[in-house]
C-alpha cells in the first residue's frame, strides 16, 4: 500500500459535523478535502475546499469526487452502493462498500454478527406485520422494534409491550423490515472506537460511558468508569470484529453492560462517533485526525487519555427561548470547560454542538459538562 501523503486531496461521503470535524483534522495535517452532500451549505461547506451538491447514490457525482481525489473516506453509512463501486473503481474508499452493504442493513448487521459469533441480545427480523406480531409476543414484556434501514438518534423505533397492535407499528416504521430486539436489563452502555490501516495495524481508544434520553446521546465520558476486565473485553470484541469485518478506517462498536458483567453489541458505525468527541479534549490523537490517519495510510497516534474528559451534546432547543442568546460566556468562565459548535441552523431536537470538560475522574467531568449547559440557557 503506498500512504496518501499531506498535500493530497481527501474526499468525504457526507459534509455534517463529523465531516466538518474530519475536514479540520485534514486541514491541519495538510491535506485538501472535497465532500459530497445534497446540501451546498451543509456543516463542512464553511471549511472545505469544496463541495458537490449530489445526493449520496449520484453515480456521476461519486465519480466527480473519486477523480478530483487521491483517497475517500465517510462520515455517514447511507452512501449508496452503486455510487461506492464507481468512486472505489477509482480510488481507495475507506471504509469499503463491503463494510457498509453490512451496516446500513440492520438485519444484516445483525446475522453478520451472529454468523460470526459475536456476544448479542435475543432478537427477530420481521418482513410482515403478522411476523413483527410473533416477534414482539416472543420479546416478553418489552421490545425495541427499530426499522432495518435509517433512522438514527432514537428515530425509526418504536419501544414496545405485548399488548401494543403490531399492524400499528409496522404501519408507523414504514411497513418495512423490522429488527425486534428483546428488552435486555442493562447496567449501562458504552462504546469502543477502533481504527485500522490497510495492513490491518489497529489502534483502540478507552471505551467511553454513555448516557441517552430518549434514545440521543446526551453526555458522554472517556474513560469509563467500569471495571477493567470489562473495559478490556469490550475492546478485544471491537477488534474482533473490526478484523473479521476487513474495516479500513474507523468503526465505533456500541455495547450494552449487562447486570452480569457481560457485555452484547448493540449497533455499528463505521466512522467517527458522537460518543468519542471528546477525544479532541485529552487524548492524545483524537478520533478525527485518527480517522485521517487510517484512511490515508499514514502511522496511527497513540489514543492514550491524558485525563478523564466528558461532553454533553447541545441540542436545538437551546437556540429557540423566544429568540434569546445561549449563555457562552457563563459556560465558558468555567475551568476546564470548551465549546464546539457545529455551524448549523437551529431546529428543536437537532445537535447543534456540545461542551467539553476535563476533570480528575469520569465523575467530575460529567458533573462539569452538565453544569456548563445548564448554565447556557437563557433565563
Avoid at 487521491?70 to 449508496?80: L, Q
Avoid at 456476544?119 to 427477530?124: A, V, Y
Wanted: with cysteine; charged share 20%; proline share 6%.
Amino acid at each position: 500500500m503506498t500512504p496518501v501523503l499531506p498535500g493530497a486531496t481527501i474526499g468525504i461521503f457526507g459534509g455534517g459535523q463529523l465531516g466538518r470535524m474530519l475536514t479540520l483534522a485534514a486541514r491541519v495535517l495538510g491535506y485538501h478535502v472535497i465532500i459530497l452532500d445534497p446540501d451546498p451549505k451543509c456543516a463542512a461547506s464553511a471549511v472545505a475546499d469544496r463541495v458537490i451538491a449530489a445526493r449520496f447514490d449520484d453515480v456521476a457525482a461519486a465519480t466527480e469526487l473519486a477523480n478530483a481525489c487521491d483517497v475517500i473516506t465517510v462520515e455517514i453509512e447511507k452512501i449508496g452502493a452503486d455510487a461506492m463501486a464507481a468512486a472505489s473503481a477509482i480510488v481507495p474508499v475507506r471504509p469499503g462498500g463491503h463494510v457498509l452493504h453490512i451496516i446500513q442493513d440492520r438485519a444484516r448487521q445483525k446475522r453478520w454478527l451472529d454468523e460470526h459469533h459475536f456476544p448479542l441480545g435475543p432478537f427477530w427480523v420481521a418482513n410482515s406485520a403478522s411476523e413483527l406480531e410473533v416477534a414482539m409476543k416472543s420479546a416478553g414484556s418489552h421490545a425495541f422494534v427499530k426499522s432495518s434501514f435509517g433512522g438514527y438518534d432514537g428515530r425509526g423505533q418504536v419501544r414496545t409491550s405485548p399488548r401494543d397492535d403490531a399492524e400499528a407499528v409496522w404501519s408507523s416504521l414504514g411497513a418495512s423490515t423490522c429488527v425486534v430486539e428483546k428488552g435486555l436489563d442493562l447496567e449501562g452502555e458504552i462504546s469502543v472506537m477502533v481504527a485500522r490501516r490497510p495492513d490491518g495495524s489497529c489502534a483502540t481508544f478507552p471505551p467511553a460511558l454513555n448516557h441517552h434520553v430518549n434514545g440521543v446521546l446526551d453526555w458522554s465520558v472517556i474513560p469509563a468508569p467500569i471495571p477493567s476486565t470489562v473495559a478490556r473485553e469490550g475492546v478485544r470484541i471491537a477488534r474482533g470484529i473490526a478484523e473479521q469485518m476487513d474495516v479500513v478506517g474507523l468503526l465505533a462498536v456500541e455495547l450494552f453492560m449487562l447486570r452480569d458483567g457481560s457485555l452484547v453489541v448493540n449497533e455499528l458505525a463505521p466512522r467517527p462517533h458522537n460518543s468519542f468527541h471528546h477525544t479532541e479534549y485529552v487524548s492524545l490523537t483524537s478520533q478525527f485526525e485518527q480517522g485521517i490517519r487510517a484512511a490515508c495510510d499514514l502511522p496511527l497516534g497513540n489514543t492514550e487519555s491524558i485525563r478523564p474528559a466528558a461532553i454533553a451534546n447541545l441540542f436545538g432547543e437551546l437556540w429557540l427561548h423566544d429568540g434569546a442568546t445561549p449563555r457562552w460566556e457563563q459556560a465558558l468562565a468555567l475551568p476546564g470547560v470548551r465549546m464546539h459548535l457545529y455551524g448549523k441552523s437551529p431546529r428543536a431536537g437537532r445537535k447543534m454542538g456540545h461542551v467539553g470538560a476535563v476533570g480528575s475522574t469520569a465523575e467530575e467531568a460529567v458533573a462539569l459538562a452538565i453544569d456548563a449547559r445548564t448554565k447556557l440557557t437563557p433565563r
